[in-house]
């Protein structure tokens, strides 16, 4: 696609629930990031992959956060058993490479946990 | 301890004259890389500039340039003839592992406003 493309836009759900956020990078690239933005922050990190593997996942705050790559391409950020302090702007970015300067980042999907 | 430094949450700039946002970073590191970065309300993270720290010569993209003081470890944006649709938050970020290119650690970010 042209853009980073991120969905949902917006996902309210209960405390408790399971939730999914997916990323379509820009074709070709083969580096893939997810960061958390809180309100009034700027992003953090939570991970990043080349190609398929997760290069590095020192970003992600516990082991109810876990992301996929499967193919490649697309990827989806899995949080299970949401609590409130979840809720923020969940941003990806995607790359030519990992080394390269430029990263192209989605709109986010904003996650709020009632 | 906090790796970027963004001290002005809020700045104001009439239409059409410059201003510095600024960004201050520590890092033990020689090889690293400085980055700007425009929020618009629509969320996107829109990339503006980048700074080697071997590179001599301060960046500059169209009306943007980075005034990258190494020994202060400063890297200010300059934003030159501002426009309304300026009007952002702005983020300072650093790369501290140069494989790992997108891996960047981001400062609070300053919301700048531009006046008509």
């Known amino acids: 696609g042209a853009g980073v493309s991120q969905t949902p836009s917006n996902k309210v759900t209960e405390k408790g629930k399971y939730v999914e956020l997916r990323c379509d990078p820009i074709s070709g690239h083969t580096a893939l990031y997810w960061y958390r933005q809180s309100l009034g922050q700027g992003p953090e990190f939570l991970i990043y992959?080349?190609?398929?593997?997760?290069?590095?996942d020192s970003g992600l705050p516990n082991d109810r956060f876990f992301a996929v790559r499967p193919e490649g391409s697309v990827s989806t950020l899995k949080i299970q058993r949401t609590e409130r302090g979840d809720s923020a702007v969940y941003l990806c970015?995607?790359?030519?490479?990992?080394?390269?300067?430029?990263?192209?980042f989605g709109a986010g999907s904003r996650l709020t946990v009632l | 301890a906090q790796k970027i430094t963004q001290t002005q949450p809020g700045m104001f700039v009439q239409e059409k004259e410059a201003v510095t946002l600024d960004c201050t970073y520590d890092?033990?590191?020689?090889?690293?890389?400085l980055f700007w970065y425009k929020q618009p309300s629509s969320g996107e993270m829109i990339f503006l500039i980048y700074q080697g720290s071997y590179d001599e010569q301060n960046a500059t993209e169209g009306r943007y340039s980075l005034n990258f003081q190494k020994a202060r470890k400063s890297a200010n944006l300059v934003i030159s003839a501002s426009q309304l649709g300026d009007s952002a938050m702005y983020f300072c970020?650093?790369?501290?592992?140069?494989?790992?290119?997108?891996?960047?650690?981001f400062g609070q970010g300053t919301e700048l406003s531009v006046k008509p």
């Open positions: 970015a995607s790359s030519l490479t990992s080394g390269a300067n430029v990263l192209t």
């Open positions: 970020a650093m790369r501290e592992v140069y494989n790992q290119g997108g891996k960047l650690i």
């Open positions: 992959f080349q190609g398929t593997g997760a290069a590095d």
């Open positions: 890092t033990s590191d020689q090889s690293y890389g």
